[in-house]
């Protein structure tokens, strides 16, 4: 029986399969049927900052309806916006009587204000991680990196000094010196979750207006953290987790490879149902028999930088092959 234990963020999970924050994971019913389907732990629905501190209809208001976030325009309708906080304690409540399995709360946050507070209770009514969604899309030109950057950290040392519970933090990839920015975020966190997908926008070329791309992602995005997650396992103190595109077995395997300690699915849930959580399971313990590994520990990180070639450079001579017409 092969061995899918792993250890995420100092939890004990029985499989490396995470269902990610979503919909699936925003009642005590939806987290139920994660678990039963088998999930290896489950991140709840993010709670924003905004709505901690009461602060939602300047979020409406600045964004306008065509450009909300994904995550936003979900929360905001599904939830309204009255009692958000202690609707949400009850949702960490139950989930934890509900399931036997790790339950990671989330909050979705842009600052290192006062909602950090709000840290401790979601540790005090019982969850057993916390996850934050940190939202700085470097799109003011007047804004240097660095500048947003800080927030990132700011945010990961606030939180870390209010709780025991151990802190993941969700990010994107648009940073200029992201392998420097994890290395200084891995000293404070626990896990680093890569990447967030933001919403895409596209233009409706009848009505001249904005129109949502896709809020699901396809298999092939599965390359951009698979990259990142390569370059940074074994280089950062944290755990990593991968996220964006993971949609099948195979895709478990390779980010396992990568040196990722567990992956968190959403998309390939809202497509196939939440069973194919087995489906996928099935996958790695096929994979792994045919390799001959009893358990996870015995291949992660095989082909992470420092167990293999260096991704930097097999690039490179990829796209030179791919440029000079070589094969
Ligand atoms: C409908 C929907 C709602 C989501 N809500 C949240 C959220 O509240 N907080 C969060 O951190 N991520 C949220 N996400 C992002 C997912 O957790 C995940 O990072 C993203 O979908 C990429 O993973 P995937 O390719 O497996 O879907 C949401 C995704 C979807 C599709």
Not at 68 to 91: F, K, M, P
Not at 113 to 122: D, I
Not at 216 to 243: F, H, Y
């Amino acid at each position: 029986m092969a061995d899918l234990s792993t250890k995420y963020m100092g939890l004990d999970l029985a499989n490396p399969i995470i269902v990610g924050s979503s919909g699936l994971t925003d009642s005590v019913e939806g987290v139920g049927k994660c678990a039963e389907a088998g999930a290896g732990a489950v991140v709840l629905k993010s709670i924003f900052e905004e709505q901690i501190v009461g602060e939602v209809d300047k979020l409406v208001d600045a964004s306008g309806p065509a450009y909300w976030h994904s995550q936003a325009a979900e929360y905001i309708t599904r939830y309204g916006r009255e009692n958000a906080v202690e609707r949400y304690l009850d949702l960490i409540r139950g989930a934890k009587e509900a399931v036997s399995v790790p339950v990671i709360a989330s909050i979705h946050c842009v600052s290192a204000g006062a909602w950090t507070e709000f840290a401790q209770r979601v540790e005090q009514v019982g969850a057993d991680g916390l996850e934050l969604n940190i939202f700085v899309l470097p799109a003011d030109p007047r804004i240097d990196g660095r500048t947003n950057e800080q927030i990132y950290l700011d945010v990961a040392k606030a939180v870390k000094q209010k709780v025991k519970i151990p802190v993941a933090l969700k990010i994107g990839s648009f940073f200029s010196g992201l392998a420097n920015l994890a290395l200084a975020l891995g000293v404070d966190i626990d896990a680093l979750v890569l990447f967030n997908r933001f919403a895409r926008v596209d233009f409706d070329t009848e009505k001249l207006s904005l129109k949502p791309a896709s809020f699901l992602s396809s298999p092939d995005e599965m390359v951009v953290p698979l990259r990142w997650i390569s370059i940074l396992s074994g280089q950062i103190a944290c755990d990593l987790a991968a996220t964006t595109g993971v949609h099948d077995g195979e895709a478990v395997v390779k980010q396992l490879l990568a040196g990722a300690a567990a992956v968190q699915v959403c998309s390939a849930l809202y497509k196939n149902g939440v069973g194919h959580i087995g489906t996928m399971l099935d996958g790695l313990r096929d994979w792994m028999g045919r390799h001959e590994f009893p358990s996870v520990a015995d291949f992660r990180g095989r082909m992470s930088q420092t167990e293999s070639l260096k991704p930097g450079a097999y690039e490179r001579v990829q796209f030179m092959k791919a440029s000079t017409g070589g094969s």
